[in-house]
């Protein structure tokens, strides 16, 4: 928690401060602040404290209005409850009576200076950089802070910042009370105004809880390079970084969680069943950390063992076992921890999707329900235990409008579904979206993915009656450039990557041709990228097919995620692309269920983007969903469905992965129909060795439209 003690007669803000007009301030564009219904602004809150007074004669507390030097000091004054110090003659010629004592206050704690010459220039407008001495000063009892300064890169104007004020700019900005944005300015001498003061207040007059969180790192512990930026990205070394910075300003009231499907997607973690994501989060002192559907694809007995062993709590608590009705005897649904005197609960919570976007062997037996009613049930429960705050780290998914910032999903269900009160705060997952703002009075977050972003919530907590009286949501930026990396984190990552680099590195073959999981069609089809097979999609179903003999093999795109580039093709980047683990299934179809096969309408694109192999299918994206596949046959040319008819002469044998042949996975219903699924190759293995013997024979993979998807409708465009 940040602490407001003083040792009064230090000077350690000795530099004259100066100033001018300037633009107004940009703010992060990632930061969504909304206030609560009947929540108190700002200054009304500053008021309710007794740190701000409004002018005679008006109720209007004039937040609009610029603030000046003597009416900051007054409020310093107030929000600390300063000790009056004796004056026996003022140290400066150009205060008015009621200022001199305030002022003489505020030099002997440490917090301000005057100009020179005797002046204090009261009446002049405080600057931003002013603002973040004064403001950082208060935080840090008059001691000019030890930060790490690599925050001002968010600034494009950080050489405009004044040496004496850098420190306090930084402390103030990591704080919060300056927006960080990467494409903006500071403008350190810009004005600021009473609305702004009392922002800044705020971090002297309440309580503050900084809820850090990640989520869907998927295994991506190390250093990443942002294409389109050109910065080095992400990495755990980077967030242990930032929670490190958070921690020094605000070393009591650091909430650090995670929003699940942490150890799922990377060679570096799954070689170890996600140790090595667990390790990092280790070092970094996670306080939390909730139960995404892919904890359950390395097995049941994996994700119970990685629990008993991990230092960092793995919680849920909607896992419920059908057998009893109630939640499973091996997670917990919470952890409260002391937080600077405040007591925060932090609920877990996996997604309901989990029941459908899980191999379904691994979730046998098990029900992922609607948390909203659990989350008031909970929440009543840890008031009674006497906790202040109540936070949920989830896998809930959100997406958020870019031009509205209206935020839809299960984040908003269940801030809408607990009412008002039982929850102050709700990180989110799954869906790998940024989404920061405020539901139904509740801040809420989900931090891309990867470690692309950092979640912030600040709440603002009374220091007597503990309720939250003001919060806010954004996300933070990841560039290594605004921060220094954790050095412990970083030792722990190399020490994983050592083990793997050898492995990753081994050429299985070659790809004349760029293997992507992005439509062939994106110059007609206005750049939708999900739309009937991809380059990726034809390798890895032609593969599925070799391998087992099968008529005809099918994938979800879903499962392919990464690309490859043309050249020399690693274990490495090929694990990337099928990092799941899946295994080949192997059953028979009739041409019914092969057509309800290929039918089937992606979730994102409406059309179809279904994988396939062994079939030639013609299809028209503007007619109805399941019915767009107009003809089927196999390669030499037997008929599937042809006319409007199914062959009925025969059935077809047919290979898919063990994620769809549960029926339960992306929509693929049809393949719940088939009992006689027969257990194959690993899917990667699969890929892995027609991809070899392919090179083993000197030959290149050379990908392209083979007549095997052809949309109608676009034809001709």
């Known amino acids: 928690m940040k602490k407001n003690t003083f040792k009064f007669g230090a000077m350690a803000v000795v530099a004259s401060l100066f100033a001018t007009l300037a633009a107004p301030q940009v703010m992060a564009e990632e930061a969504v602040t909304t206030a609560a219904p009947a929540a108190k602004s700002d200054i009304q809150l500053a008021q309710m404290k007794g740190a701000i007074v409004g002018y005679p004669g008006t109720t209007d507390l004039k937040a609009e209005k610029y603030v000046t030097r003597a009416e900051l000091v007054a409020m310093i004054n107030k929000a600390l409850a300063l000790q009056n110090v004796k004056v026996k003659k003022s140290s400066f010629n150009d205060l008015a009576q009621w200022q001199s004592q305030i002022v003489e206050n505020a030099v002997a ?202 230092k960092v709590p793995i919680i849920s608590a909607n896992v419920i076992d059908d057998a009893t009705g109630k939640l499973v005897d091996w997670t917990k649904p919470y952890v409260i921890l002391d937080k600077g005197g405040v007591k925060v609960g932090v609920i877990g919570f996996s997604t309901p999707q989990t029941a459908t976007t899980t191999k379904s062997t691994n979730i046998t037996g098990l029900s992922f329900p609607d948390p909203a009613p659990i989350a008031k049930q909970l929440s009543a429960e840890l008031k009674a235990k006497g906790v202040d705050v109540i936070v949920v780290t989830s896998h809930l998914p959100g997406e958020q409008a870019a031009a509205t910032k209206e935020i839809v999903g299960e984040l908003v269900d269940l801030a809408n579904g607990t009412g008002n009160g039982a929850i102050d705060a709700i990180v989110g997952g799954h869906s790998h979206q940024r989404v920061a703002g405020i539901v139904n009075g509740i801040p809420v977050v989900e931090a891309s993915q990867w470690t692309w972003a950092l979640g912030h919530i600040q709440l603002f907590v009374d220091k007597t009656t503990k309720d939250v009286v003001s919060s806010n949501a954004g996300l933070l930026e990841t560039y290594t450039n605004l921060t220094t990396g954790d050095a412990e984190v970083k030792a722990i990552v190399k020490g994983y990557k050592d083990q793997v680099k050898v492995k990753e590195a081994e050429v299985q073959g070659v ?80 041409a019914e269920q092969v057509k309800r096969a290929v039918d089937v309408p992606d ?37 599937v469905y042809v006319d409007g008819k199914y062959n009925t002469d025969r059935t077809f044998k047919v290979t898919t992965n063990d994620f769809m042949a549960t029926g339960t996975g992306d929509g693929y219903v049809v393949f719940g129909e088939v009992k006689d699924w027969q257990l194959g190759d690993v899917l990667l293995d699969a890929w892995i060795a027609e991809i070899k013997a392919l090179h083993a024979e000197g030959k290149q993979l050379n990908i392209a439209p083979d007549g095997r998807d052809i949309r109608t409708d676009l034809e001709n465009k």
């Open 603 to 639: 979730k994102y694109s409406g059309v179809i983007a279904t994988q396939w192999s062994g079939l030639n299918v013609e299809w028209d994206g503007t007619r109805a969903k399941g019915d767009m596949v107009t003809k089927i046959t196999l390669l030499d040319g037997t008929p």
């Open 109 to 310: 704690a440490g917090l301000i200076s005057g100009v020179g010459n005797g002046k204090f220039e009261p009446n002049r407008t405080v600057t931003r950089q002013e603002m973040a001495v004064i403001i950082g000063a208060s935080m840090n009892g008059g001691k000019i802070p030890t930060v790490n300064q690599n925050v001002l890169n968010y600034f494009k104007d950080k050489d405009n910042v004044a040496n004496w004020a850098k420190p306090f700019v930084a402390q103030t900005t990591i704080a919060g009370v300056f927006a960080p944005n990467a494409e903006g300015n500071f403008n350190p001498t810009e004005p600021m105004t009473r609305g702004e003061a009392a922002k800044a207040l705020k971090y002297l007059l309440f309580d503050v809880l900084d809820i850090l969180s990640t989520n869907d790192i998927h295994g991506n512990i190390e250093v990443q390079f942002d294409k389109n930026k050109q910065k080095d990205q992400g990495g755990m070394e980077t967030i242990g970084g930032i929670v490190n910075d958070f921690r020094s300003v605000n070393p009591k009231g650091t909430i650090v969680v995670d929003g699940g499907d942490a150890w799922q997607g990377t060679l570096i973690s799954n070689l170890f069943n996600g140790e090595s994501v667990i390790k990092s989060m280790e070092d970094i002192k996670y306080d939390a950390m909730a139960i995404g559907n892919h904890e359950f694809d390395f097995g049941r007995d994996v994700l119970i063992n990685n629990i008993n062993n991990s």
């Open 511 to 590: 790809t004349a041709t760029n293997l992507s999981r992005k439509s062939f069609r994106m110059a007609k089809n206005g750049n939708q990228d999900r739309d009937g097979v991809t380059a990726l999609g034809m390798t890895i179903t032609d593969a599925m097919r070799k391998s087992t003999g099968a008529d005809v093999a099918f994938t979800n795109a879903g499962g392919i995620r990464a690309d490859v580039e043309a050249g020399e093709m690693t274990y490495g980047e090929m694990f990337a692309v099928l990092p799941f683990g899946n295994t080949n299934m192997t059953g028979v179809m009739t």
